[in-house]
Nanobody
Framework: QVQLVESGGGLVQAGGSLRLSCAAS????????MGWFRQAPGKARNIVAA????????YYADSVKGRFTISRDNAKNTAYLQMNSLKPEDTAVYYC????????????????WGQGTQVTVSS
């Protein structure tokens, strides 16, 4: 069992930056692939970025490539999402998720979810 807690969301102006953190409980964090998803009101939850258990493989949605960076610190049981050059269309609730199988971009492939953190980007 893994429990995930996101933090770092908030209100920022367009062009600004935020860093989201996802703190995981449990001793097997380093065995899990991690992903960040987002969901805007009335829209589906979509993947933003994913990282393998070792950090050696990463994935980014086209909409965030070059602006967002996913990383992890297995010693701290924490995953991060650095978000730069934020745009109003990045406004959403951001969720982190853990995948027991190591690395996937499929929402259905994730086994554990955090409660989400709101990111609002003003124009």
């Amino acid at each position: 069992q893994v429990q995930l807690v996101e933090s770092g969301g908030g209100l920022v102006q367009a062009g600004g930056s935020l860093r989201l953190s996802c703190a995981a409980s449990g001793r097997s964090f380093s065995n899990y692939g991690m992903g960040w998803f987002r969901q805007a009101p009335g829209k589906a939850r979509n993947i933003v970025a994913a990282i393998s258990w070792s950090g050696g493989s990463t994935y980014y949605a086209d909409s965030v490539k070059g602006r967002f960076t996913i990383s992890r610190d297995n010693a701290k049981n924490t995953a991060y999402l650095q978000m730069n050059s934020l745009k109003p269309e990045d406004t959403a609730v951001y969720y982190c998720a853990a995948d027991r199988n190591g690395f996937t971009t499929r929402l259905e492939g994730y086994d554990y979810w955090g409660q989400g953190t709101q990111v609002t980007v003003s124009s």
